[in-house]
């Protein structure tokens, strides 16, 4: 323990910050992906389908992002099911409304920060899609990869063009024995090849490896399967019309004993440890990567913590893009990592502290600041008792070899007053 806070403080002194190094900084707004009654046999949640809007589930309120705009944050990644925008595979279809939810979402982000902020799309999966009562993995006969291709060609096609709506394809795909490295590198250059070739979509894609995309086991595999260092470095991305690659590698990761962010404590407070091998991989093979998760709980250690990987992030920014934080959003009930403010938006939670030195200036109010006022009323016209309900269900392991999970996995949650905006 000794070592590692000898080298979490060197890593402060040597990096140093650069506020502007990074171009893409936020939060994850959770909340559209909520409503979870169980875990299936993959050791994943269960999702509630259809789920009810406002109660099972809800997309953030423009308040939320006026706040976190207000903050310096600029980027803003939205997680929802696969399975409530395309409720039926057979008939490959985008449901209307919830489509509608996500432009509306994208549309509330681009007037609240005067079209200088960012959304990254995030199916919240684990690489499957559920139905019949269970989890199927993407590449079964349940669920082809050309459905998944077929998911991304019509959401691409929604967005297209825009370069601030950014394809994050997938959350977490989560390993065997639900679906091998190699078979979710064949799903990824599918879903590319859709965005690029039928969507003519030209916007920046976000690939996350297998195995829950942690960085720290990029390289190593750490004994599940085959490595993603050794796989995804394949992917072909010629753009639209041969305009060439806008591809980034995205990873996650937490600072637990076993990484699955489970655990307020630290056990990995040197960046340059978890993120170094990662970093050279990008290095070496010229490509990107973006820190799609990350978080801590309260705490001294846990804020030096922030500050060595921040500042590593901020120090490597010729191959690392930017970084959002799990996670803000409406419905969180005293989770131990929601930076969600409380008292109508005037109180911060302790971990904003933590992130305030790396993010720049404020994004200025719209004219007038008519649009943040409203939204802020708009959130007093709701109870502040308004709450939601999760549970903490981390998939049990022996060994941090056999970790998945990390973070709550989501139940129904009950906040009838609040309705998404």
Partial sequence: MKAGIHGLVGAILITGHACAALTYEGV???????????????????PILPGDPGTTYMYPTQAEVAYYSGKGMNTFRLPF?????????????????????????????????????????????????????????????EVSVADYANLWAQLAASFAGDDHVIFGLMNEPAGTPLITTENWFTAAQAAITAIRDTAHADNLILVPGNYFTGAWSWVSGNGNGTPNSQ?????????????????????????????????????????????????????????K????????????????????????????????????WWAGGPLWDNYMFSIEPTANFTTDAPQMAYLTPFLPAA???????????????????????????????????????????????????????????
């Fill in 81 to 141: 099911l696969w399975e409530r925008l395309e409720p039926d595979l057979s008939s490959g279809q985008l449901d209307a409304i919830q489509l509608g939810y996500i432009t509306d979402f994208v549309s509330q982000v681009m007037t609240i920060t005067g079209n200088n902020g960012y959304v990254i799309l995030d199916p919240h999966d684990f690489g499957q899609y559920f139905s019949g009562g269970a989890g199927h993995a993407i590449g079964s006969p």
């Fill in 28 to 46: 994850n707004l959770a909340g559209a992906e909520f409503g979870r009654s169980g875990i299936d046999s993959n050791g994943l949640p269960i």
């Fill in 231 to 287: 796989v995804m470095g394949g992917l072909v991305d010629n753009g639209v019309s041969g305009s060439g690659k806008n591809l980034v590698y995205e990873v996650h990761q937490y600072l637990d004993a076993d990484y699955s962010g489970t655990s307020p404590d630290i056990a990995h407070p040197d960046a340059s440890l978890t993120l170094g091998p990662f970093t050279q991989w990008l290095a070496s093979t010229g490509n």
């Fill in 363 to 421: 994004v200025p109010e719209p004219a007038s600041g008519a649009l943040v006022l409203g939204a802020a009323l708009l959130l007093l016209a709701y109870p502040a008792a308004c709450t939601a309900r999760s549970w903490m269900s981390p998939i049990s392991s022996s060994s941090a070899s056999s970790a998945t999970r990390r973070k709550p996995s989501l139940a129904s949650v009950s906040a009838t007053c609040r309705l998404p905006s």
């Fill in 289 to 324: 990567g973006f820190l799609g998760e990350f978080a801590v709980a309260p705490g001294s250690m846990q804020q030096a913590a922030v500050s060595s990987l921040l500042n590593y992030l901020d120090a490597n920014s010729n191959v690392w893009t930017g970084w959002t």
